[in-house]
């Protein structure tokens, strides 16, 4: 049975910082390609930050220099670091492990940026 498991949401006030950390098991965690999307309320789910099985990572340009995904493939963990948090930031937040057609979601966890 897959599982991501994802931690480290909360309410941070703007300019804060979070690390988002999503627990993978299930799989053979080091061949996926693992990505955090979130999704704002009425709006659709965008891509935040992926990173391939190599290493190779990629941002949405919202979040560039702000965020840093990293992975850790002996815990089977990918995190997502989050400096200079801005209230537009606010979502939930779903990490994501894909392999060819195999795709797997997390249940999100809440990220609210307010003062």
């Known amino acids: 049975q897959v599982q991501l498991v994802e931690s480290g949401g909360g309410l941070v006030q703007p300019g804060g910082s979070l690390r988002l950390s999503c627990a993978a098991s299930g799989i053979i965690f080091s061949i996926y390609a693992m990505s955090w999307y979130r999704q704002a309320p009425g709006k659709e789910r965008e891509l935040v930050a992926s990173i391939t099985s190599g290493g190779d990572t990629n941002y949405a340009d919202s979040v560039k220099g702000r965020f840093t995904i990293s992975r850790d493939n002996v815990k089977d963990t990918v995190d997502l670091q989050m400096n200079s948090l801005k209230p537009e930031d606010t979502a939930v937040y779903y990490c994501?492990?894909?392999?060819?057609?195999?795709?797997?979601w997390g249940q999100g966890t809440q990220v609210t940026v307010s003062s």
């Open positions: 994501n492990a894909v392999h060819f057609v195999f795709r797997y």
